[in-house]
């Protein structure tokens, strides 16, 4: 987890950072290419939008608490039953 101040990013799901330096060899794949293009599209990144509030189940707040606990790996048995209760 990288923290900011008050805020924090997880790494990605796959690849690698867009925020991490990238190397600079003369061949390089396509992999790497991507990773290039991956950065510079990041840099291009002048405006941030902070969202501080959950809309999307502020209906449902123990569904909502549950959601972001299973985000950080935090689950709770009440969690794991709550999920279980809405398999379809």
Same mark, same amino acid.
């Not at 290039?36 to 840099?43: M, N, P, Q």
């Not at 189940?57 to 950080?72: H, T």
């Given at each position: 987890v990288i923290f900011a101040g008050d805020f924090y990013q997880f790494p990605p799901? *796959?690849?690698s950072a867009l925020y991490s330096p990238i190397s600079t060899y003369a061949n390089p794949s396509e992999q790497e290419i991507l990773k =290039?293009?991956? =950065?510079? *599209?990041?840099?291009t990144v002048n405006t941030v939008v902070t969202l501080t509030e959950q809309?999307?189940?502020?209906?449902?707040?123990?569904?909502?608490? *549950?959601?972001? =606990?299973? =985000?950080?790996?935090e689950c709770t048995y009440e969690d794991v039953d709550l999920f279980n209760a809405r398999l379809m």
């Open positions: 799901v *796959a690849g =290039r293009l991956g =950065r510079l *599209a990041w840099k809309q999307r189940m502020k209906s449902d707040p123990p569904f909502g608490d *549950a959601m972001q =606990r299973l =985000r950080v790996h």
